[in-house]
């Protein structure tokens, strides 16, 4: 008669035992089937955990940069948007005004006026745009908006203005309080910061700067170009006709002539836009190589796995049958 080699409870334990281990590598086994990736890392790299580390570094860095790249290409893509309505705002006033006239076929003074309070309007509510309660042209303070009302600025001009009895009085007290430092403009109009932001990084030694705020000298010069417009019909300014329609046909002349300025801030934003670009695309590229890599070294061969998991089955089944003919015996079957 042959005897088992250890007891029944000693058995029992171990067939509990191989339950429990078998149950533990099927869990396993599902999981990689399932997510394509080992569930033991430490088993998968043999404990050298450096060469992951080092791609798991790389991509947060890189989604830093992919983070600060899409914020300037958002900022960048609203700013053109703004300077895009200046630009053809003014030009269309530029040539509306540069044919003033009060005689028959000639624009007349008070629609000029009007058009050039409404542009007026428009360029500062571009100039005031914003971007999750963030303002694109205020510099550093990107709390304050950068410019006050067009009625503030109207309203600061006449009182500069009242004494003007020329179409020529009134174009040097516009210079003047546009463009002299610590004039009108800079202390009653602009309300920003007088920083620029620090660049966007993109890169290790890669940046782009997005220094354009709404005191740019472009800007002042529409603004200013745009004011002269609005105020050929003003009765707080005592000019005759004949200095109204001079004064009208300045302001389009300038408007026309200044375009080239804001041509050129747009130009150097459309530069910043293109790198942007181009390092989206980049970073982009670089994040696809490294969570190849990453899966290389983490992903499981799902057929190899399948294969495994079906073993385990097969060998989790067996278990099942065996114990229950174990749990059949008894003292009589042992006897006979």
């Given amino acids: 008669m042959k005897l088992q080699s250890i007891g029944d409870l000693a058995q029992t334990f171990k067939l509990r035992q191989q339950n429990v281990q078998l149950k533990q590598q099927m869990a396993r086994l599902t ?81 000029i006026a009007f058009e050039g309070r409404g542009v007026l309007e428009t360029i500062v509510s571009a100039m005031n745009t914003e971007i999750g309660g963030r303002s694109l042209f205020s510099g550093t303070d990107i709390e304050a908006t950068p410019l006050a009302s067009a009625e503030t600025l109207l309203a600061e001009v006449r009182i500069a203005a009242a004494g003007a009895t020329t179409a020529s009085d009134v174009i040097t007290v516009l210079d003047n309080f546009f463009d002299t430092p610590g004039g009108g403009f800079e202390t009653l109009i602009y309300q920003g910061g007088t920083t620029f932001l620090s660049p966007f990084q993109l890169g290790e030694g890669e940046s782009v700067r997005l220094d354009l705020r709404a005191d740019d000298p472009a800007i002042r010069n529409a603004l200013k170009n745009t004011v002269m417009a609005a105020l050929v019909d003003d009765t707080a300014i005592a000019l005759n006709d004949a200095e109204r329609i001079q004064l009208a046909q300045q302001s389009g002349e300038r408007l026309i002539t200044s375009q080239d300025e804001v041509i050129g801030i747009r130009s150097k934003l459309g530069f910043a836009q293109q790198r942007i670009e181009q390092a989206s695309t980049r970073i982009a590229s670089e994040v696809s190589s490294l969570q190849f890599a990453r899966n290389g070294l983490v992903s499981v061969d799902k057929f190899q796995t399948a294969t495994e998991l079906e073993s385990v089955q097969i060998q989790l089944e067996t278990l099942y049958t065996l114990t229950a003919r174990a749990s059949r015996f008894s003292l009589v079957n042992f006897l006979s």
């Fill in 31 to 111: 999981e990689e089937l399932a997510s394509g990736r080992a569930a033991d890392l430490t088993r998968q790299l043999s404990g050298n955990f450096g060469h992951l580390s080092d791609i798991e570094h790389d991509l947060v860095v890189l989604q830093s940069y992919r983070y600060a790249a899409n914020d300037a290409g958002t900022a960048t893509t609203v700013m053109q948007a703004a300077l895009e309505t200046v630009q053809s705002r003014t030009a269309d006033l530029g040539e509306t005004a540069v044919i003033a006239n009060t005689t028959t076929g000639g624009v007349t003074l008070d629609t």
